[in-house]
């Protein structure tokens, strides 16, 4: 009985971090459900799941002697790392069809965690990048490469700028807003300058922030009935755009309105 209970609250914190990775990844609230339950499932428990934007609330119930744990956890940090969330549905299938044990899944699952995020120099290039393009796309057939450099210079540096006060622990939102902040003034300085028309790149230059994965799984929870997370989701997400004005409306009065 004794054994019972201990596997019990082992298996328990155990789906409870998998659920907590999933979210702090970038997971909407049913695929987690689903992984979780495939996991518990696979070790011979039921579990029920209550997800917030910050916390998992996780009762596990095992199956053969009705005895139940609940435990409640925060969920640390909030990102986007699909690898991470591919890597624990290949676990939680591998659970059911090779039937692994608890401590085969634990060790997996620390190995998924220690894995690194993505190279940090190649994101950083590839989203400026993203921006430049995007720039040179508003231009339609008139599209400038002048401006393309413009708008990846602004993300390149929004990017650093917000990476810079996440070092230091600043607030979320207040990231948000420096970054968009950087972001446009770098494009308002090129205009200081006065290099050609650069509206596409002002538009542009801000693109990187937002957050549309939250945005897309708070309406993937809506539609699936995780109103609660759901609705946090996008609440947050809302806040977030609203710092990026903040921040792009805070460039246009240090630097003038010429452009608009």
Known sequence: MLISKKNLERTT???ADISALLIGSGSNTRRALRNVERIANAL?????????????ILTVYD?????KETLVLTIPHHG???NAISAISILSWQAIEQKLSIDDIEKEVAFIKKQPHYNMVLMWFFTAIA?????YIFGGNNGSYIEFGISFLATFAGISARKLLQIKHFNHFICWAWAAFVSVSVVNIFRMLEVEPINNALAACVLWLVPGVPLINGFIDLLTGHVVSGWAKISTTGILVFMIAIGFYLSLILFGYELL
């Open 44 to 56: 011979g428990y039921h579990s029920e799941i209550f997800h917030s934007y910050s916390g998992v």
């Open 80 to 82: 986007v790392n699909f």
């Open 63 to 67: 199956k053969t002697t009705q005895e």
């Open 131 to 135: 921006g430049g393009s995007l720039a």
């Open 13 to 15: 914190h155990l789906l």
